[in-house]
């Protein structure tokens, strides 16, 4: 059940674009995309619950296609505080009380 | 808004010795408290889900006896990890969903705690 995300690690350099893709083999109800710094906790970045709804916050965006079942995450004209861990969450079909399940992450690297 | 506080946000301690770590939601009441563990570069492994006056649902394979849960009020959840040993150092991070997001299931997280057993 656990979500799949790809690629497992990318390198940019300062200004340059990024996917970063969540798949289910299961109906999701809603994804949720958290950003992770070394030692610290998950920062909530944003939710996405129809199909089709797209979101959008500074430069960084996501889609989320229910029929494909899989989101994914645009980083635009990416910066140094872009570089970090970055993690899919999913709620399956049944709702919006069920519990999110993580991918393993996506590892981002932003150089000067 | 949404703050969600975590103490200790170290602790090392010697085996055999129980560590309580509180997790609070500041600024809003939470219907529901999840405790994840993480290791090192790996993804988040949910622990358990706390709902405030009830007892915790714990996910397969955690020691419900070894990794009490008390979610007190709608503000504070505990974890104890009691008779501690090596293999329990981990990052131990709660995360707390907002009341009234029923549609959206917002969850917040807290700064983690790293617990290190000697």
């Known amino acids: 059940q656990q979500p799949v995300q790809s690629p497992q690690a990318v390198i940019l350099r300062e200004g340059e674009d990024a996917v970063i893709n969540c798949s289910s083999s299961?109906?999701?109800?809603?994804v949720h995309w958290y950003r992770q710094k070394h030692g610290e906790a998950p920062v909530f970045l944003m939710i996405?619950?129809?199909?089709?709804e797209q979101k959008g916050h500074d430069k960084i965006s996501a889609s989320f296609n229910e029929k494909k079942q899989q989101s994914s995450l645009y980083l635009t004209a990416s910066q140094l505080s872009y570089s970090g861990t970055y993690f899919c969450?999913?709620?399956?079909?049944?709702?919006?009380?069920?519990?999110?399940?993580f991918g393993k992450g996506t590892k981002l690297s932003v150089k000067p | 808004g949404a703050v969600v506080s975590q103490h200790p946000s170290r602790v090392i301690c010697k085996s055999g010795t129980s560590v309580k770590i509180e997790c609070r939601s500041l600024?809003?009441?939470?219907?529901?408290m999840f405790w994840y563990r993480q290791f090192p570069k790996k993804s988040l492994m949910l622990m358990a889900t706390?709902?405030?006056?009830?007892?915790?649902?714990?996910e397969q394979g955690v020691e419900k006896d070894k990794f009490l849960i008390n979610h007190a009020s709608l503000t504070l959840s505990t974890l104890t990890v009691t008779s501690a040993h090596p293999e329990d150092s981990s990052f131990y991070i709660c995360?707390?969903?907002?009341?009234?997001?029923?549609?959206?299931?917002?969850?917040?997280f807290g700064p983690g705690t790293r617990l290190t057993v000697l």
């Open positions: 995360s707390a969903r907002r009341r009234g997001t029923l549609l959206y299931n917002e969850q917040f």
């Open positions: 299961k109906a999701l109800y809603s």
């Open positions: 996405l619950l129809k199909g089709g």
């Open positions: 969450g999913t709620l399956l079909g049944g709702g919006s009380q069920g519990n999110l399940i």
């Open positions: 600024d809003f009441q939470a219907t529901t």
């Open positions: 706390s709902n405030e006056g009830s007892k915790a649902t714990y």
